[in-house]
């Protein structure tokens, strides 16, 4: 039986994606491996939003084709968002690369793959190949995310993703989405809480509801008692038997309701965490990453929703270093993480993306001023979230139990309503339940638990 081999560099999206090629070869009867030396197909799930992604990506693709001792019929691709940026300038870079499939042709992947398999079997190829077979498919394709909905993830796993809309018709100005993923546009709900009901009917027990911004799911649908599509939707997958968690990522200031807000106070399937990217503390900046919001909304966002379910944790994405950024805007968001005191945020260096606003925009920011505000932003958010961890020490949580954990497989580890991750002794609970622990330590960002009996 051949092997398929996928890495996945990004977001959870591409994870989503890469379990549903997956599934794919599953279902044509392929192997799937994670040994790069077994392998006769093998894929990178691609990610485009900073360069340091991209380049790592075409690293390891590098490396890949130039292994000296690989089985000479591999087929080697690159699918997602850098394949639909840069296209078949790919095989320029690296003349091995056989395949490119862009965003909208991941129900493709698997088709090409094994024809050109197929083929380089058949032809009993004993020589290395220096030339791929360069096969490139990024066009846009109507209705491609309902092309691979009925592959769903293979995994045993008690926790799953679920892509509720593609694209993004937001315009951030540093941000490559709205080109590589495309015109935003939602499944429709009906889909959605099938596909739900059958991964429950297959044990899982969280489920992650996934979008570039979740919270315009169905914008163009009406509002029904207050309420929009997407609370709708939630309310409807809280109805679910035998689903007991719902999470979301990721959020935007631009179409986040009462109606939302609410939902904390009347929903308790709702994960007590929330993923929401602020960017910038600066209202100067913000304008110049074009997004219309003023930071006092995002800030009173975050204020309501503690105050709608008080163990809210929230984490965040920040943006140093974007162009134009002074001193005085840098100290601005240092004083909004200090007042929403987030639980964990994700600090990028702004990084300068083809055909993007941003990139041609002056007054670019240099490295060391860069990496001086991250490191200055890192220390402050690493010492608010050690602090909020140490909070926990000696209270209740309930944890879903997740598996073994990575580090050491004689425990096993789950994560609390709050996403933190937990490590208990193993044997004292099962994977899949969700059991009441108390926490006992707490090292960095890991929860150490006893179970409660
Ligand atoms: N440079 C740096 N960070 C970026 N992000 C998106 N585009 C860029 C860029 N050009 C960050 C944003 C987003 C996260 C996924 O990546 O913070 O929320
Ligand atoms: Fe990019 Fe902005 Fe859309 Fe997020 S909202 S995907 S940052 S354009």
Redesign the pocket.
Known sequence: MPSVLIKTYG?QMNERDTEQVLSMFLAGGYDITKNEDDADVILINTCS??EKAELKALGKMGLLCSRPNAKPWVVYGFMGCMSQSRSNTLFRDIARLDIVTGTHQYHNVYKLCNRLLRNRLAQNITEPIKRGAHICAVAHEDGFQNAIKDHLPPSGNCTAFVSIMQGCDMKCS???VPSTRGEECSRPMNDILIEARELVERGVKEITLLGQIVNRYGREEPIINGRGAFVRLLEALHEIDGLERIRFT?PHPIGFRQDLVNAYTYLPKLCSHIHF?M?SGSDRILKLMLRPYKNEKYLKLCEDMREARPDLAITT???VGFPGETHEDYLQTKAAVERIQFDNA?I??????KD?P?AVMENQICLRVKEERNHDLLECVNRIATARNQALVGTTQTILVEGPSKNNPNRLQGRTSQNKPVIIEGGSAQVGTIVPVTITECTGFTLYANVQQ
């Open positions: 977001c939003v900073r540093y941000c490559i990721s990217p960017q994405d920040i943006i994700f990028f260096q702004y990084s300068p993306r993007t941003a």
